[in-house]
C-alpha cells in the first residue's frame, strides 16, 4: 500500500515523561550547538496526558537537570510532601504503624511532591513545543519500519477500519513517519517496545521482567480530613490474606483531593484473586475510610507497572533506536517511583542520540548509550536496589521489607549478593482447585463501586466499530484450557470488565466475550494470561481512557 510518509531527525514515540524528556533535551543541544533539528512524537492518547497513570509522588531530580528553572517556568508540582505515614495493615480492622526509624531510606519522601502526573506531562509538551518539537496526540504507533536489520521510523494505525476490516466512510491510511533515530517510550509493556525487545533478543540473559497492577482513584474529600502533602503507604492487608504481596497509598494533594490506589505484584499465584476486588475491600479499611467517608469518587484508572528492576533490564540499544523509560523497565520500586527514572533515561537517550547526529550517523546502533548509562546517578540508582523486587516475591513484604531495610539503612549500599526471580508472572498461577475461592463482597456505591461505572468515570471510549485489539493467538484456549484448569482468570485480573465467560445466544454453551470498548490500556492480559494467548495491539488512535488530573 502506498502511504504518504514524513522524515524526521529523531521520532519519539509515546508522550509521557521519558518521550517528552528527551525530546525537550534533544531541542536544547540543538539550539545550544546551533543546529537545526526536526524532532517528533506521536502519542497514541486524544491528548498528552490522557492516558498517563501514575502515583504520584514525585521525585524532582530529572525535572531539576532538564529545566532547573522549573518553578519560574510554571510546572504543575503544587504540593510538597509535608510527612510520611507507613501502616502495616494486620487485618481488615487493625493496623500499626510503623515508625520512621523502621522504614528503608528510599520509601522516605523529604523534598518530593505530590502531583498529577498527567498534569506535568501537559507542561512538558508545552516546553517541547516552544522549543520547536512537533507534537502529534491521537496518532497511534501500530508498526515498526525495520529494513535491512535497521529501525526507520514507524507505521500510524489506519483510522475508520470496521470490524470486520473493511474501509468505512472516511477512511484514512495509516503514515509512514520515518528517522534516523527513533526513541520508544511508550510506558510498562509498549506493543511495540515488546516486539523489538523479541526481534534484537535484548533480553538475552536477563531476568524476566516483573510487573504490578496499580489501580487508582481520584477523590474529594471532607476539607476538614484533609492534609495537603501527607503520603500515606500500606503493606499487609488486603493482600496477604490470598497469598500475594504489594501494597496501597493514599496522597493528599492540592484542593482537598486525594489519591487512593492498590499495587498488586502480577506474581499472585490464586487464579480466583481480583486485584480490582481487592483495592474495593482495602477501601473500607480504618486507615483508609477515615480520610474516604463523605467524600466523593471523581476519577477512576489502571495501569500495570514494570517492577522487574535492574535484573530484568534489557539492552535498550539497537540498530537505528532506544528504548527507554518504562518501556524498558527502569522504574525503582524500592521507591514506589518511576517518573524521575524515565525521565533521566529520556535525558540520557537524547544526549547519545544528540552526539550521533553530531557525528553524521543515520540508523547505526548508538553503542556508546550504554557507558552513558552506567556513568549516570540512574544506573548506581537501580543497581543498588537490584535485590528489592526478588526479595519482596521471594520472602514477602515482611522479610523483604526487613532486607531493604538492611540493605539501605545500615549497609547503605546493597548485599554482595543478587537475589533472582526467575519465574515469569504468566507461570506462577497455581489450578483454580488447588486455591482457595474468595468471595468478594457487593459495592455499597458510597466507598466501594462496580467495574463498569468505574470505566464510567475514567472517560473510556473508543470507535465501537472497529477491530478488536485484544487479539487471541488461539481462540480456542480461554474455554478449553483457561476455564477449566484456571476458571478463565481474565474475568478476574482485567480491571475493567473487558473479559467474560458467558452463555450463548442460542443455549447451546459458553463463549469468551472481548468488550474491547470498556478496555483503559492497562495491559495486565498481555502480561498474566497463563497461556501467553492474548496480544495488546493499538486500537484507532485517540482510544481509549482520557484521564483528568490523574
Given at each position: 500500500?502506498?502511504?504518504?510518509?514524513?522524515?524526521?531527525?529523531?521520532?519519539?514515540?509515546?508522550?509521557?515523561?521519558?518521550?517528552?524528556?528527551?525530546?525537550?533535551?534533544?531541542?536544547q543541544l540543538a539550539q545550544e550547538a546551533g543546529e537545526e533539528l526536526t524532532v517528533c512524537v506521536v502519542e497514541k492518547g486524544s491528548e498528552i496526558g490522557a492516558h498517563i497513570l501514575a502515583g504520584t509522588v514525585f521525585e524532582p531530580t530529572a525535572l531539576n537537570e532538564l529545566f532547573p528553572d522549573w518553578k519560574e517556568k510554571g510546572a504543575p508540582l503544587n504540593t510538597p510532601v509535608t510527612r510520611d505515614d507507613i501502616f502495616l495493615l494486620k487485618n481488615q480492622e487493625k493496623a500499626t504503624k510503623i515508625p520512621n526509624a523502621f522504614v528503608p531510606r528510599n520509601m522516605h519522601n523529604h523534598g518530593n511532591y505530590i502531583i498529577s502526573l498527567g498534569n506535568l506531562c501537559r507542561w512538558l509538551a508545552e516546553q517541547a513545543e516552544q522549543l520547536g518539537v512537533e507534537v502529534y496526540p491521537g496518532f497511534a504507533a501500530s508498526e515498526t519500519i525495520i529494513e535491512d536489520g535497521q529501525v526507520k521510523g514507524i507505521i500510524t494505525g489506519d483510522m475508520g477500519v470496521a470490524r470486520d476490516g473493511s474501509q468505512k466512510d472516511g477512511y484514512m491510511p495509516g503514515m509512514e513517519l520515518r528517522a534516523k533515530y527513533t526513541l520508544f517510550t511508550e510506558g510498562c509493556r509498549g506493543h511495540l517496545?515488546?516486539?523489538?525487545?523479541?526481534?534484537?533478543?535484548?533480553?538475552?540473559?536477563?531476568?524476566p521482567q516483573h510487573y504490578g497492577i496499580g489501580i487508582k482513584e481520584l477523590w474529594d474529600i471532607d476539607p476538614a480530613k484533609h492534609e495537603p502533602g501527607l503520603v500515606v503507604h500500606t503493606t499487609g492487608w488486603p493482600l496477604n490474606e490470598s497469598g500475594s504481596t504489594g501494597g496501597s497509598f493514599l496522597y493528599h494533594l492540592e484542593n482537598g483531593q486525594v489519591y487512593v490506589g492498590l499495587i498488586t505484584d502480577l506474581s499472585y499465584s490464586n487464579p480466583?484473586?481480583?486485584?480490582?476486588?481487592e483495592f474495593q475491600r482495602l477501601k473500607h479499611h480504618p486507615e483508609i475510610k477515615k480520610y474516604l467517608e463523605g467524600g466523593k469518587r471523581v476519577a477512576y484508572g489502571a495501569r500495570a507497572?514494570?517492577?522487574?528492576?535492574?535484573?530484568?533490564?534489557?539492552?535498550?540499544?539497537?540498530?537505528?533506536?532506544?528504548?527507554?523509560?518504562?518501556?524498558?523497565?527502569?522504574?525503582?520500586?524500592?521507591?514506589?517511583?518511576?517518573?524521575?527514572?524515565?525521565?533521566?533515561?529520556?535525558?540520557?537517550?537524547?544526549?547519545?542520540?544528540?552526539?550521533?547526529?553530531?557525528?553524521?550517523?543515520?540508523?547505526?546502533?548508538?553503542?556508546?548509550?550504554q557507558k552513558r548509562f552506567e556513568d549516570s546517578w540512574l544506573y548506581k540508582e537501580l543497581y543498588a536496589e537490584r535485590n528489592f523486587g526478588p526479595a519482596m516475591h521471594k520472602f514477602g513484604n515482611v522479610v523483604?521489607?526487613?532486607?531493604?531495610?538492611?540493605?539501605?539503612?545500615?549497609?547503605?549500599?546493597?548485599?554482595?549478593?543478587?537475589?533472582?526471580?526467575?519465574?515469569?508472572?504468566y507461570a506462577t498461577l497455581k489450578p483454580a482447585s488447588e486455591c482457595k475461592k474468595i468471595s468478594y463482597p457487593k459495592p455499597d456505591n458510597?466507598?466501594?463501586?462496580?467495574?463498569?461505572?468505574?470505566?464510567?468515570?475514567?472517560?473510556?471510549?473508543?470507535?465501537?466499530?472497529?477491530?478488536?485489539?485484544?487479539?487471541?493467538?488461539?481462540?480456542?484456549?480461554?474455554?478449553?484450557?483457561?476455564?477449566?484448569?484456571?476458571?478463565?482468570?481474565?474475568?478476574?485480573?482485567?480491571?475493567?470488565?473487558?473479559?467474560?465467560?458467558?452463555?450463548?445466544?442460542?443455549?447451546?454453551?459458553?463463549?469468551?466475550?472481548?468488550?474491547?470498548?470498556?478496555?483503559?490500556?492497562?495491559?495486565?492480559c498481555d502480561i498474566k494470561d497463563p497461556a501467553q494467548n492474548i496480544t495488546w495491539v493499538t486500537p484507532e488512535g485517540g482510544g481509549g481512557p482520557n484521564y483528568p488530573n490523574m
Open positions: 500500500m502506498e502511504r504518504e510518509s514524513m522524515e524526521f531527525d529523531v521520532l519519539i514515540v509515546g508522550g509521557g515523561p521519558a518521550g517528552l524528556s528527551a525530546a525537550c533535551r534533544v531541542m517496545g515488546k516486539r523489538l525487545i523479541n526481534d534484537f533478543k535484548l533480553d538475552e540473559g536477563k531476568d480466583h484473586l481480583s486485584p480490582f476486588e507497572i514494570s517492577k522487574g528492576g535492574y535484573n530484568a533490564l534489557p539492552k535498550m540499544s539497537f540498530p537505528g533506536g532506544l528504548l527507554l523509560g518504562c518501556d524498558a523497565g527502569t522504574l525503582n520500586s524500592s521507591k514506589i517511583k518511576g517518573s524521575h527514572t524515565a525521565m533521566k533515561s529520556g535525558l540520557l537517550g537524547a544526549e547519545a542520540v544528540f552526539e550521533a547526529l553530531k557525528e553524521g550517523k543515520s540508523g547505526e546502533e548508538i553503542t556508546s548509550f523483604g521489607g526487613a532486607i531493604a531495610f538492611f540493605e539501605q539503612n545500615i549497609l547503605r549500599g546493597s548485599l554482595p549478593i543478587t537475589f533472582r526471580d526467575t519465574t515469569p508472572d458510597k466507598l466501594t463501586f462496580d467495574r463498569l461505572s468505574s470505566v464510567f468515570i475514567s472517560n473510556t471510549n473508543h470507535e465501537e466499530d472497529q477491530p478488536v485489539h485484544l487479539k487471541l493467538t488461539d481462540p480456542d484456549i480461554p474455554l478449553k484450557d483457561n476455564l477449566p484448569k484456571y476458571d478463565e482468570p481474565a474475568q478476574r485480573y482485567c480491571p475493567a470488565g473487558v473479559y467474560e465467560v458467558v452463555e450463548k445466544d442460542d443455549g447451546s454453551g459458553k463463549k469468551f466475550q472481548i468488550n474491547a470498548q470498556n478496555c483503559v490500556h492497562c495491559k495486565t
